[in-house]
C-alpha cells in the first residue's frame, strides 16, 4: 500500500536530533514519549518501523 502523507515539510538534515523521531513535529500520532524517546525498529507484519504507535490502530502502509 501506499504511504499516506502528513501535512509540513521535512527538516533539513543538519536540524534533526537523532534522539528523537524525525516525525515528531509534523506527525499527529506524536505524545509525550515521542518528545523523550527514540522507539527502537520493530517488525509488524513485513513490515520493519520505528514508532511507539504503530500498532495503534493499524498504519496505512504497513503490511499486516
Given at each position: 500500500g501506499r504511504l499516506?502523507?502528513i501535512?509540513?515539510?521535512?527538516?533539513?538534515?543538519?536540524?534533526i536530533?537523532?534522539?528523537?523521531?524525525?516525525?515528531?513535529?509534523?506527525?499527529?500520532?506524536?505524545?509525550?514519549?515521542c518528545?523523550v524517546?527514540?522507539p527502537?525498529?520493530?517488525?509488524?507484519?513485513?513490515?520493519?518501523?520505528?514508532?511507539?504507535?504503530?500498532?495503534f490502530d493499524g498504519l496505512p502502509?504497513?503490511?499486516?
Open positions: 499516506r502523507s501535512p509540513g515539510e521535512a527538516p533539513g538534515l543538519v536540524d536530533d537523532r534522539g528523537l523521531c524525525v516525525f515528531l513535529d509534523r506527525c499527529d500520532r506524536a505524545t509525550d514519549i518528545r524517546s527514540m527502537a525498529p520493530r517488525r509488524i507484519g513485513e513490515s520493519v518501523v520505528a514508532c511507539h504507535h504503530a500498532d502502509g504497513l503490511g499486516r
